[in-house]
Antibody, heavy 118, light 112 residues
Framework: EVQLLESGGGLVQPGGSLRLSCAASGFTFSRYAMTWVRQTPEKGLEWVSTISAHSDGFHYADSVRGRFTISRDNSRNTLYLQMSGLRAEDTAIYYC???????????WGQGTLVTVSS | DCVMTQTPLSSPVTLGQPASISCRSSQNLVHSNGNTYLSWLQQRPGQPPRLLIYKVSERFSGVSDRFSGSGAGTDFTLEISRVEAEDVGVYYCMQATQFPRTFGQGTRVEIK
């Protein structure tokens, strides 16, 4: 059974930093790209970033480029999102999802809530 | 960026009746490899999104055959043949043909 478990969310002040993690199991993590998506009531679902299976390809949304860094540790089956320079508009539930071949966003985690507020 | 526009935004449906959701993309979603990466997601209340349909019409593992997808190019449709109570939630189309990946605004399906 595929499982994706996000962690690391919480309350952070504007300008602060946070690192999210996504622990994966139930599939061969090192073979597939992984993605972060966030969701707010106002903006709905927003793609944040995708990393290739072997960390040789990265893509970022314009809204986070230069502030967020996606990475992965295939030996630990874990995906990360390092967030810095956080803004109020980064407040959202952050989900990780896997891309398996031609099937994008195949499975989603339960999400972790990030709140940026003073 | 490819803008995804869904209609309607809300769909009250009688149990056992069909429902249909449309999704239009601002750009042609045919990839250079010939595939069209248009997916449909379901989000039940309090749950994360869940993949229903990928590559326009491929039903994901475990998804009821009451769900079907169709379309091509820039116009796509999700149909639910007979709505059941467990189908209540928000449905999103999304494209993975190009970066940035983009989602529709969501269509809320509720029971009349």
């Amino acid at each position: 059974e595929v499982q994706l478990l996000e962690s690391g969310g919480g309350l952070v002040q504007p300008g602060g930093s946070l690192r999210l993690s996504c622990a994966a199991s139930g599939f061969t993590f090192s073979r597939y790209a992984m993605t972060w998506v966030r969701q707010t009531p106002e903006k709905g679902l927003e793609w944040v970033s995708t990393i290739s299976a072997h960390s040789d390809g990265f893509h970022y949304a314009d809204s986070v480029r230069g502030r967020f860094t996606i990475s992965r540790d295939n030996s630990r089956n874990t995906l990360y999102l390092q967030m810095s320079g956080l803004r109020a508009e980064d407040t959202a539930i952050y989900y990780c999802a896997n891309d398996v071949g031609d099937v994008f966003f195949q499975y989603w985690g339960q999400g972790t809530l990030v709140t940026v507020s003073s | 960026d490819c803008v995804m526009t869904q209609t309607p935004l809300s769909s009250p449906v009688t149990l056992g009746q069909p429902a249909s959701i449309s999704c239009r993309s601002s750009q042609n979603l045919v990839h250079s490899n010939g595939n069209t990466y248009l997916s449909w997601l379901q989000q039940r209340p309090g749950q994360p999104p869940r993949l229903l349909i990928y590559k326009v019409s491929e039903r994901f593992s475990g998804v009821s055959d009451r769900f079907s997808g169709s379309g091509a190019g820039t116009d796509f449709t999700l149909e639910i043949s007979r709505v059941e109570a467990e189908d209540v939630g928000v449905y999103y189309c999304m494209q993975a043909t190009q970066f940035p990946r983009t989602f529709g605004q969501g269509t809320r399906v509720e029971i009349k």
